[in-house]
């Protein structure tokens, strides 16, 4: 019982660390129409921003704080310069954002070589409940992950702002004729998920080290993710990060980690097959 209950925690705190991830790309996948694939090297970023403050000697708290709002700063340089120029063509935008990522990625290994650099955990110790210990950073991570999310519902749903993008989403010709800047709303939410993108990395450095590939388990992960989820809802892509993060963390229990992470492309690919539309398909954002 002490072990599947421990097994239980270690998946969904790893759950929750792909929530984090997909919530983001899930959001422009949504608004724009196309597949960040620089999502993971934002990710990347959040974690060495934090990396560099431990190194500066600041408070690991305070760089946790900080990368959401480097990443998402970044976020909307890159969007404003670069990325804006491709909407017209998803498919060129996502060689683009590619591109950009791999920019990122090897941009971060020279400077961090190809070594794993260690960053201790915020809060150190564990919780003891039921003869079974609870890492204090791993219920953080789902903590927060709850916060992040119900905040961002909240915004996308009970505001202005949320209704303004929604109305660009489902309409933007009507939003631009209704007196909305379907461009601004871009900018900011393309940004909105890069700092989520931003926080993911800051709070799972401690649990995973950085290195410079450290985005690209989740960008993966995160892109089946949105599939299974299904895009154009804000629940869908949670769902999709729910089942892949449960599953991906679930199957080493039981299998090979090489031969669980082809699992979980099957299994995967097997549901789009059948359901192409996603876990919650007809629903609007």
Same mark, same amino acid.
Request: avoid cysteine; charge should be negative.
């Given at each position: 019982?002490?072990?599947?209950?421990?097994?239980?925690?270690?998946?969904?705190?790893?759950?929750?660390?792909?929530?984090?991830?997909v919530l983001g790309l899930g959001i422009i996948a949504s608004?724009?129409?196309?597949?960040? *694939?620089?999502?993971?090297? *934002?990710?990347?970023?959040?974690? =060495? &921003?934090? =990396?560099?403050?431990?190194?500066?000697g600041l408070p690991i708290a305070l760089g946790m704080v900080a990368a959401p709002?480097? /990443?998402?700063?970044?976020?909307?340089?890159?969007?404003? &310069?670069?990325?804006?120029?491709?909407?017209?063509? $998803? /498919? /060129?935008?996502?060689?683009? &954002? =590619?591109?950009?990522?791999?920019?990122i990625r090897e941009s971060v290994r020279g400077l961090i070589g190809g070594l794993y650099h260690a960053v201790p955990e915020p809060l150190?110790?564990?919780?003891? *409940?039921?003869?079974?210990?609870?890492?204090?950073?791993?219920?953080?991570?789902? /903590?927060? &992950?709850?916060? %992040?999310m119900i905040g961002s519902q909240m915004l996308l749903k009970r505001t202005s702002f949320g209704l303004r993008v929604r109305a660009a989403l489902e309409n933007p010709a009507l939003a631009r004729a209704s007196g909305i800047s379907t461009d601004a709303i871009y900018a900011v939410t393309?940004?909105?998920?890069?700092?989520?993108?931003?926080?993911?990395?800051?709070?799972? %450095? $401690? %649990?995973?080290?950085? *290195?410079?590939?450290l985005g690209l388990r989740f960008l993966i992960q995160g892109f089946l993710a949105v599939m299974l989820g299904g895009v154009g809802t804000f629940e869908g892509p949670v769902a999709g990060a729910?089942?892949?993060?449960? %599953?991906?963390?679930?199957? $080493?229990?039981?299998?090979a980690p090489v031969?669980?992470?082809?699992?979980?492309f099957v299994l995967a690919i097997i549901f789009i097959k059948f359901r192409p539309g996603g876990l919650l398909a007809g629903r609007s954002i």
């Open positions: 019982m002490e072990s599947a209950v421990a097994a239980i925690f270690e998946i969904l705190s790893f759950g929750a660390i792909i929530i984090l991830v608004m724009m129409g196309i597949f960040n *694939f620089a999502h993971g090297e *934002f990710v990347l970023l959040g974690a =060495y &921003t934090v =990396y560099l403050f431990y190194g500066w709002f480097v /990443v998402g700063g970044l976020g909307l340089v890159l969007e404003r &310069t670069i990325i804006k120029r491709f909407y017209a063509a $998803p /498919v /060129v935008a996502m060689l683009g &954002t =590619y591109a950009l990522g791999v920019i150190i110790g564990s919780i003891d *409940f039921a003869g079974v210990h609870f890492s204090r950073w791993r219920l953080a991570i789902i /903590v927060i &992950t709850i916060l %992040v393309f940004a909105f998920g890069a700092a989520l993108a931003g926080l993911a990395g800051a709070l799972v %450095v $401690p %649990v995973f080290s950085l *290195f410079a590939d729910g089942v892949v993060g449960v %599953v991906s963390a679930a199957l $080493p229990w039981a299998v031969l669980a992470d082809v699992l979980v």
